[in-house]
Structures are given as C-alpha cells and as structure tokens.
C-alpha cells in the first residue's frame, strides 16, 4: 500500500538542519514559544517516534504522548539529523508499515495515517526552520499535496487542532499551494522572525 516516499522531506530537512548556526538557536520560530534549538530537538525525537511507528514498535518511543517541556537538543545535533531522518524515511518504504494499525505519540491511528502525520511534520516544520533561519525552502510537489489532504480536512475547530494545528490562517484565493497549507495549518506564510 506503500503511496508517499517521504525521502524528499527528509533530505530536505537534513539540508536545513546541517546549515544552521550555532548562534540562531535561539531564535524564534513560526511555532509559538518555540526556539530554532528546541523545534530541531522536536523534529530529532519524531524521527525516532515515526521511525519505530513505521516498525510497529510498542514502546516508549512510539508510546510516549508529547510533553509541555521543550526537549533538550543534543550535543551532537548535526551529527545525528542525517541518520535520524534517513532512517524515518527508508522505515516507511516498507509497504508493510502502511497496513494495519501502529501507534506514535501515544496515539493509535492507522499506518496510512500515521504516515501522512510524519510527512506533514517534516513538511512544516522544514518551513518553520527554513523562515527562522533565512534559508530557502522547497518541497516536493506529492509530499505537499499530501499535506494539503490532511490539514484542509482537519475541521477549524478547537477540538479537532489541539496538539495538531492553530486556527487556519486566511490567504487569498490565487494562494500558491504552500501558502494554502501554511494557512490551513494555522501559519502566517508572510511570518519573518523579528529583527535582532
């Protein structure tokens, strides 16, 4: 049932990770509260999490809901991004991680599911770190089509985006795709991080 290659992403968000500085760490991000340091921490543990989703691995990395506390960056963080996200996308080019049931975040869901989760965390948090940090940014066209598919059907309601998505953003109608789901996912595509 193997559909979406999620290596682009993933490559893509190595790149982004690779170049950033020691000194924007600390930066903002488009992620409310949220530093350039602790959103690459972020993005390190939901390799893993989707990693082991992918494996149908029961266990604290798949079973662990997201905590308030922001996680702690490691030491080596540039050394170990390449493999992390290597490994998250190779796991889901496993047809079998696509049926039946599997669990991340604590949260049971379908493989399919799961997978298009993992690809929109990759899709936007790679936006997230590329407008904190000045880089360019590029995805694939399916792997944002496939985030389009997931946040135009999650509901503008509360309930429905908690832990997910802010409230949509609204952007005009000749919006390119990204902006669309820039907005549909609760983000400002014309956000830049505050001078200084």
Do not use: Y
């Amino acid at each position: 049932m193997f559909v979406l290659d999620l290596g682009a992403p993933a490559t893509a968000m190595t790149a982004l990770i690779e170049r950033i500085e020691d000194d924007q760490l600390g930066r903002p991000t488009p992620c409310r509260e949220t530093t350039v340091g602790q959103l690459v921490a972020h993005v390190l543990g939901l390799s893993v999490a989707f990693r082991d989703a992918a494996g149908k691995v029961v266990g604290p990395t798949t079973s662990t809901p997201p905590t308030s506390a922001p996680p702690e960056l490691p030491q080596k963080w540039r050394q170990i991004a390449p493999g992390r996200l290597a490994e998250l996308a190779q796991a889901w080019r496993d047809p079998a991680a696509w049926d039946g049931m599997t669990q991340a975040g604590g949260v049971t869901m379908p493989g399919a599911v799961t997978a298009t989760v993992a690809n929109n965390e990759l899709v936007l948090h790679g936006w997230d770190l590329a407008v904190a940090t000045g880089q360019p940014f590029e995805v694939a066209r399916p792997n944002l089509e496939a985030s389009w598919q997931m946040v135009s059907q999650t509901p503008d309601t509360p309930e429905a985006r908690q832990g997910l998505f802010g409230p949509v953003v609204a952007v005009p109608t000749d919006a390119s795709l990204l902006d669309r789901v820039l907005g549909g996912a609760g983000r400002d595509p014309q956000w830049v991080a505050p001078a200084g």
